[in-house]
């Protein structure tokens, strides 16, 4: 259903005919680790994520997985030559 409470217009599973379902009634703004990510709008009421109602457990243990302003660093292993295989080959 389409968002009544904070991010007016927008589509949000939490909504109902009775209202907003979530947890406290309505959804939270961004935290600081939030700023600059391309999944954070600005409504009247504030600035809010589109991905997240509560975007303080999402960054509550460790990065969010849907911040698209993280990078994560992957660490390419390196795979190890035997020496005496190496040899033998041509």
Request: charged share 25%; proline share 6%; aromatic share 6%.
């Amino acid at each position: 259903m389409i968002c009544t409470t904070v991010r007016e217009g927008q589509e949000c599973v939490f909504m109902t005919a009775q209202g907003c379902s979530y947890n406290e009634g309505s959804c939270f703004p961004i935290v600081d680790e939030c700023k600059g990510c391309q999944r954070s709008a600005e409504f009247p009421t504030g600035v809010y994520c589109t991905a997240a109602p509560d975007p303080a457990l999402k960054w509550k243990n460790g990065t969010c997985n849907m911040a698209t302003h993280v990078k994560t660093a992957t660490e390419t292993k390196k795979q190890k030559l035997n020496p005496i295989k190496a040899s033998k080959r041509r």
